[in-house]
């Protein structure tokens, strides 16, 4: 991690829903973080707890009802081109093909067709999707479906990732691929990560940091430096390190309560 | 029913050999023919041995002579031409017409506010009522027929293209939002395709309703066409034609229905045949 300008600042981000009866939900409160650029930040917490809310305010999707976030020190009002989103489904549209799905980006922002061709086609081997390019989405499984969402994430070469439960739909052995999958992806396009998850091996094996949230309204309990070499394999679980993140990151969401520690060797095993 | 057999299906086939392991399981492909044959002996019987007038009910080996007469001389080809041309010409209008007004209404919140109370209006409005003015005002050729069709067959479309266009799930929005995509943009890449199911389930109505949008204007005034041959032969009490022009329809409107569905499996490819049924 450099300690050059931030890629983005959050700066005491808050987001209140008016529900259709007239009332308020407070989903965010007071949220601060500033990701630095290439940083892979994982955030965790339980469900309701305003992380898919955070995510589509950097997204541009929503906006704050107070604070700001900042990208490159420009306001985030708004969807911009240099960021790119994986949805918890992979949200293919149906009716076109893999290769139209992942071209998708180029269509929309009017970038040059022939040179994105050869790009998606290259982010197409990356994932493990060569030779898939003609293939409609409902001929692919989950996994696939979700690789195929994530190169059509890069195929605008954004210099922000935002991942949002990407793999929660999916098994687990699918899941720990995928997960090892992007691993790889990152460190060879050099992208900075947001990545939500339910999932706390997940978290400590993906991460630079984990942000812990709490439950509604949402604010941030604890930031927690992952300092395990890279690049990380399955096996880092087998380091005693690795299982104190996992043990404390439980103990931070609230699930201190007995066993926790047991559950926690587990779900590390398994 | 044929794309998976089990091994023990295949076991159950040949111990209970029949001869006919089609049918098991569907009697309906037995007993619907079956029916139907004897459905229509009783029919000849009755007219020849009971008091029944043949002039009103012909038998059906009449009605067939008409059938046949009628096909190899040419005389249903010249007025199914007729009414097929005007059914076609129809349903193409009110097509174009009823993909671009819903997708106006559906863009532009102060044109559906605006134009709402009209679409109300005409549709609870029988339009076949209408027809014999836009007989008067159009003539006894095709056009009138044409304008006809079109009406009748423009709501099924227009109502199904705005509910096609209003179905989009959130997380596609969500997704094309995020790449910064424009108000036509999203309709383009998303709102258009992901209607055609329902646009789709709209021709399918339609397509009948042009027919029967022809034949209306052609019984109330018209000089050719499947619709007059019946109300010529109304007129004559030339029975045994109305019933042979009635199976032509049939036929045609089953045609016309296989037809669309076929080109609506190819088109919309990706969509299971449930939603076809489901919003049609």
Sequence with gaps: MSALAPLITIGEVGKTYRTTSGGAVKALESVSLEIQPQEF???????????????????????????????????????????????????????????????????????????????????????????FEDKYPHELSGGMRQRASIARALLHDPSLLLMDEPFGALDAMTREAMNLELLGIWQKAKKTVFFITHSIPEAVLLADRVVVMSPRPGHIVETLPIDLPRPRGLDIFGQPRAAGYVTRIREKLGGAAPGSAALSRLEMSS | MTTHITSAELIDDEVESSGRPRLRGRPELLLTPLSFVLLLGFWEFAVHHYAVNAILLPPPSRIARSLLEGLTGGLYLTHFLVTVGEAAGGFCIAAVAGVIVGSLVTQFWLLERTLYPYLIALQSMPKIAIAPLIVIWFGYGASSKVIIAAMISFFPILVNVVVGLRSCDASKLDLLRSLSASKWQIFWYLRLPNALPFIFAGFNIAIIFSILGAIVGEFVGGEAGLGFLIVAANTTLDVSQVFAVLIVLATLGVTVFIGLQFVHRKVVFWAESDDINRYS
């Design chain 1, 41 to 131: 930040v994982v955030v965790v917490g339980p469900s309701g707890c305003g992380k898919t809310t955070l995510l589509r305010i950097l997204a541009g999707l929503a906006l704050p009802s107070d604070g700001r976030v900042l990208l490159r020190d420009q306001a985030v009002r708004g969807p911009r081109r240099d960021v790119g989103v994986v949805f918890q489904d992979a949200v293919l549209l149906p009716w076109r093909t893999v290769l139209g799905n992942v071209m998708l980006p180029a269509l929309i922002l009017g970038l040059d067709r022939a040179a994105f061709r050869r790009r998606a086609g290259e982010l197409l081997e990356l994932v493990g999707l060569g030779g």
